[in-house]
């Protein structure tokens, strides 16, 4: 059981590039989501996912887009990366509105 | 406007300690509080999950308790390792926007226990 797992852990992006952050859960999990973290910041949700086939907005979703076509993946896209865009992005996931489920993060950074 | 804050920022004990970090928030109506422990370049973990009804809740050397009437949360740490070094991060539960169950997330207390 490996929990949430996110690839990749680390990442350089040049301004412009594209890339997807991976996500996946073994603990069929139907609700899944995507956080930023920012030095001195509470972390920010992105998108949301209560099922397979359904997503919606978090607070901070411009210049990002999600899918869920399984149960288990959740992949966060960055279009048009901006240096803006430079964070510690974190997945999750949980039972209904239980306990969070993190995985350890994947650091990006755009020059 | 609905808010959680944390103190202190950070703060360094020696090991073997007893510390107490402060959650206060603002967020109506409450649902729940989590408190979670993130490690240097880790993933939060999750300590607690009181509701409003629970005045206090353990997890081994972590006491949280909760004052639903004043809205405010403290996590004691008893008899603190080194392993304790980390941010506690007060995460609140109610409903935001019209939504329900929206997490608001404090910045967290980084704790340090020194040798």
């Known amino acids: 059981n490996a929990g949430v797992t996110q690839t990749p852990k680390f990442r350089i992006l040049k301004i412009g590039q594209s890339m997807t952050l991976q996500c996946t859960q073994d603990m069929n999990h139907n609700y899944m989501y995507w956080y930023r973290q920012d030095p001195g910041m509470g972390l920010k949700l992105i998108y949301y996912?209560?099922?397979?086939?359904?997503?919606d907005k978090g607070e901070v979703p411009n210049g990002y887009n999600v899918s869920r076509s399984t149960t288990e993946d959740f992949p966060l896209r960055l279009e048009l990366a901006a240096p803006s865009q430079t964070s510690v992005y974190f997945c999750?996931?949980?039972?209904?509105?239980?306990?969070?489920?993190f995985g350890e993060g994947s650091r990006l950074t755009v020059l | 406007k609905n808010q959680v804050e944390q103190s202190p920022q950070s703060l360094i004990i020696l090991e073997g300690k007893n510390c107490t970090l402060q959650?206060?928030?603002?967020?109506?109506?409450?649902?729940?509080l989590r408190w979670y422990k993130q490690d240097t370049g880790r993933g939060p973990v999750s300590l607690t999950i009181m509701t409003f009804s629970e005045n206090t809740k353990s997890n081994g050397r972590y006491t949280a308790t909760l004052d639903a009437d004043t809205k405010q949360s403290s996590l004691h740490i008893t008899a603190s390792q080194l392993s304790d070094s980390a941010s506690y991060i007060c995460?609140?539960?109610?409903?935001?926007?019209?939504?329900?169950?929206?997490?608001?997330f404090g910045t967290g207390t980084l704790l340090a226990v020194q040798p």
């Open positions: 996912s209560v099922g397979a086939g359904i997503t």
């Open positions: 995460v609140v539960s109610g409903r935001v926007g019209g939504a329900t169950n929206k997490l608001i």
């Open positions: 959650c206060n928030y603002t967020v109506s109506p409450f649902s729940n």
């Open positions: 999750a996931s949980s039972q209904g509105t239980g306990e969070l489920f």
